[in-house]
């Protein structure tokens, strides 16, 4: 079987893999995100050891990475992180310093449709063709597939910066987005939570207020997405969501926001197996890369 490369490039760490799916990961690196130079040098490093230990050549590299980055592979600056706030990575050209160390099919997008791609290939949206895959962690971000395909389009998604209705009797607290506030991330990512609540979300009680507010933003943020995309699926993963007795309530939410109005037994009988944690846990972007790499060999 052919070798393949996967990078998940998050704002806090990389991993780095070398195999071809879930019984077949050979190697894993990872490392905090520090410059773009030092950090993609590290990377590189790694698959070209790992070239050596394995005996073969690499196939194919998937990243799927932190964005905003430009996935289009007819645009000039493909390949690129383009405007993120990030210190030191806005425009850097990401597939370019990949290539110019292996000459080989590199797939490039963002890391929740890679982590969608993984969960499509080896997951929870197996034999499903329009879903959606979203992250609750540092950040919010969602990416899916329709009709088969990932979701690009002008840029890419960006359903965590979704504008969200606030009653500020019940929320005083103003958001932590830098763009817009109380946007989705800026109410509901961890560290809003962090700022809201003056602990971190892993360390709140699960009897703790804090978990039905967040499961009223999921909620309504759920019920958008399933009106505009009308998915067979959503799955939420991300620190946030390690929180198990939060799922229950984002079903409730979403049900009770919906109010019996999209009528699908998968949503009105089976709400516990429509919205799900990704059967790939934590291994799920990391897969979604080499899913990518694969891809991009494909389309060679
Ligand atoms: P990243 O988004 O940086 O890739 P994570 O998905 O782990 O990383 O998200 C980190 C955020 O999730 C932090 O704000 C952290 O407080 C929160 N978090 C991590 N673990 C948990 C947990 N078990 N329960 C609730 N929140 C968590
Ligand atoms: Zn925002």
Sequence with gaps: MALFGGIEAGGTKFVCAIGAGPDDLRAEHRFPTTTPEETLDQAIAFFQEQQVQQGEYLAALGVAAFGPLDPNPRSPTFGYITTTPKPGWANTDFVGAIRAAFDVPVGFDTDVNGAALGEHRWGAAQGL???????????????????????????????????????????????????????????????????????????????????????????????????????QRIIMGGGVMQQPHLFPLVRQEVLALLNGYVRSPAILEHIDTYVVPPLLGARAGVLGSIALAQEALKSV
Aim: aromatic share 8%; net charge negative.
């Design 129 to 231: 063709d329009t879903f959606i895959y979203l992250t609750i962690g540092t950040g919010i971000g969602g990416g899916g597939m329709v009709e088969g395909h990932l979701i690009h389009g002008l840029v890419h998604p960006e359903m965590g910066h979704i504008r969200m209705p606030r009653d500020p009797e019940r929320d005083p607290f103003a958001g932590v987005c830098p763009y817009h506030g109380d946007c989705l991330e800026g109410l509901a990512a961890g560290p809003a939570l962090e700022k809201r609540w003056g602990q971190r979300a892993e360390m709140l009680p699960s009897d703790h207020p804090a978990w039905s507010l967040e499961a009223h933003y999921l909620g309504v943020a759920l019920v958008d997405f399933i009106l505009t995309l009308s998915p």
